[in-house]
């Protein structure tokens, strides 16, 4: 038997190996090394313009809208979104499309809260809100729990896929590469570099999509010739390992082509895609460091509303260019993409549970030309780096912002950068041994694996910021153990799929059904609730919190003029005068500096130095973040356009539904 599994495994390497030869050309290699060039050039250009945390408060609209596409589509969508399609079908679009509703609702009502707040982090909203230092601290160590077994873990397993297939290279040693041109423009450029460097990479995203569905298309036959044959994309072998497989495991769903599926049987049933969803998506979008935070450096409302309109439209397209492609792999690629039996499915790709997550990457490296090839492999390469850089920045924020600061309250804005630095060296590192289990998770479904991981731990949080701002009769108490009785659900759903395994059409899990029966989306919502329920049902047994505390904090008081005292007033005392000021600025020596200490500020994102501000400065910079005031004109242009991207998202629906 041993044998036998190193004779497939090593049949499979050949095959992998095979592929990567299609990427050994000049004309390939000549598009990678100007597209690594091109985005080096963007991202040197803007790395002097600011050391903010926050971007300097000064983004226009499209580089924001296209940052927060770019963050959210990560290499993990190509694969895991194009992969689940051509197991089960469109359906899985759902889990993008929804994502517009959400996107709204983060700029017309969450935003302006977090901007009126004034606050830089979503845990420093909560202490703001509720005061006290546990839910912050909670909240921060959770959102790096979330990146390293759920964003940055997934964008390098799914990265190295393509590295695999297209170069051949060890995928650990590619893997470590790629990390460290992320971890330069992150480190040396800030957010704006980021998100300047992310709009680039949205636009190389697009394009080389686009051009990759219309070959898909034109090589299937068109979009009637795709329906049928999709519908008869079966393997040849379907037989094997001493099992009986059932045809339901390796046919084409009856269903494949709707978005909303049967409640019970259905792999996404539809009150989960209705009700499930959007709760992640909630977390997701309006809660998320990541996301959130592109939103606070935008010049004014309309440019944020703006940015989540286009991010909107944006969102609509990754079943044109993601799915579907995924779905004409199966049909182009049936005996690999859609294999079944094990031993079959190792001498393909090296994973007895499943080789769908390879239908993109076959479909890049088989149906494109050269040159067009490399350009499919930088699309893939911004995808990763635009992702993790976005991760990297954002995780750097939480750790030096909201734990860091804890333990020294004294610290210089050069020791926060130079912490934040050392700390997304140890979130990669974590991230990096958490790989294989993100492998085998789902059968094999990346998406699956990214939305079930979402449901378990998102749903308290969401729940929490949804109490924060719409009752201010909410309280710490309230919120606290709502957030626990959540946690320890959601652990105790998580875990025990971990230890029995989540698995597949051949082998069910093993797990009790009182614990893991019930569909991830369903749980989501379950958990949703518990936690609202335990949120309110606490925080009306114990004191309300006066609403001197509370002015520009939830939605009933955010247009209150009166000062705030707030929660947090004693910290700040505590903290007292140090070099830093408000919203991140550097205060650095004017002393003159050698060569030596230049490259070193240069390296942690200490470029230039900035006086520090007076006290009237610092007022008038402090009024200037905190504005949420719109003028007219551009308050009905943005509204207009939410109309019209509600129609055609109503039109997306009636058709694909």
């Given at each position: ?164 297939l297209a170069l051949g290279l060890n995928i650990y040693l590619a893997i470590l590469i790629l990390l460290a041109i992320t971890a330069i423009f992150t480190i040396t450029g800030g957010l704006a570099s980021v998100i300047y460097t992310d709009t680039f990479q949205a636009v190389i995203m697009l394009v080389g999509s ?439 998202a109503v039109f997306f629906y009636g058709y694909f539904a």
């Amino acid at each position: 038997m041993a044998s036998t599994a190193s004779v497939s495994t090593s049949t499979a390497s050949s095959e992998l190996s095979s592929l990567s030869n299609n990427i050994n050309n000049a004309a390939d290699i000549s598009v990678i090394v100007i597209y690594f060039v091109a985005v080096m050039a963007v991202g040197v250009w803007v790395c002097g313009s600011t050391v903010r945390f926050l971007g300097g408060g000064s983004l226009g609209w499209l580089p924001m809208g296209a940052s927060l596409f770019a963050s959210n589509i990560g290499s993990g969508h190509f694969v895991g979104l194009a992969g689940t399609g051509a197991a089960s079908g469109i359906a899985v679009t759902a889990f993008e499309s929804h994502s517009f509703a959400l996107l709204l609702v983060l700029g017309w009502i969450f935003v302006p809260i977090y901007i009126k707040a004034g606050v830089m982090t979503m845990p420093e909203y909560l202490k703001k809100r509720f005061g006290g230092k546990r839910l912050q601290i909670y909240l921060s160590i959770l959102s790096l729990f979330i990146c390293v077994i759920l964003t940055i873990s997934a964008d390098i397993f799914s990265g190295a896929i393509f590295i695999k297939l297209a170069l051949g290279l060890n995928i650990y040693l590619a893997i470590l590469i790629l990390l460290a041109i992320t971890a330069i423009f992150t480190i040396t450029g800030g957010l704006a570099s980021v998100i300047y460097t992310d709009t680039f990479q949205a636009v190389i995203m697009l394009v080389g999509s686009f051009i990759l569905m219309i070959f898909a298309f034109v090589e299937v036959g068109g979009y009637e010739s795709f329906t049928e044959k999709f519908m008869n994309a079966i393997p040849s072998v379907v037989e094997g390992d001493n099992l009986t497989i059932s045809p339901r495991c390796y046919t084409p769903q009856p269903d494949s082509f709707h978005i909303f599926r049967d409640p019970v049987t259905g792999d996404i049933p539809w009150p989960g895609t209705a009700f499930g969803m959007p709760i992640t998506a909630l977390w997701y979008w309006c809660i998320n460091q990541v996301i959130v935070q592109r939103c606070l450096c935008g010049k004014n409302m309309s440019h944020v509303k703006a940015a989540c309109i286009l991010c909107g439209y944006l969102k609509l397209l990754p079943l044109f260019f993601m799915v579907m492609p995924g779905m004409i792999s199966r049909i182009l690629y049936t005996d690999m993409v859609a294999c079944v039996v094990p031993s079959e499915c190792v001498k393909h790709c090296g994973v007895d549970v499943g080789c769908t997550n390879y239908a993109y990457p076959m479909l890049v490296m088989k149906l494109m030309p050269m040159g067009l090839r490399g350009l499919m492999l930088s699309v893939m390469l911004a995808s990763l780096m635009s992702s993790l850089t976005s991760v990297f920045n954002s995780a750097s924020t939480l750790f030096t912002i909201d734990l860091y600061t804890k333990i020294r309250k004294k610290a210089s804005e050069r020791e926060l950068m130079i912490a934040g630095r050392l700390f997304v060296a140890v979130l990669i590192a974590t991230s990096i041994l958490w790989v294989p289990i993100v492998e085998v998770s789902q059968g094999g479904q990346l998406v699956h694996y990214t939305e079930a991981i979402s449901s378990y731990l998102g749903p308290p949080i969401a729940a929490v910021f949804m109490v924060a701002v719409f009752c201010k009769r909410a309280n710490e108490q309230g919120a606290f153990w709502g957030l626990m009785v959540g946690l320890v659900m959601g652990l105790i759903r998580m875990i025990a799929e971990f230890s029995y395994g989540t698995g597949s059409c051949l082998a069910p899990s093993s797990c009790p059904k009182v614990i893991c029966g019930v569909h991830y989306l369903y749980f989501a919502i379950i958990l949703f609730f518990v936690s609202i329920l335990v949120i309110l049902g606490v925080s009306y047994l114990t004191k309300p919190i006066p609403d001197v505390h509370l002015y520009r904090l939830c939605w009933a008081l955010r247009n209150s003029k009166e000062d705030r005292i707030d929660l947090d007033a004693e910290d700040k005392e505590e903290y007292g005068a140090d070099d830093r000021t408000e919203g991140g600025n550097v205060s650095l020596p004017e002393k003159p500096r050698g060569c030596l200490k230049k490259s070193c500020d240069l390296c942690c994102g200490l470029q230039r130095a900035e006086s520090k501000l007076t006290k009237e400065e610092e007022e008038a910079l402090k009024q200037q973040l905190t504005d949420t005031t719109e003028k007219p004109f551009w308050r009905m242009v943005v509204n207009v356009n939410v109309i019209l991207l509600l129609a055609v998202a109503v039109f997306f629906y009636g058709y694909f539904a």
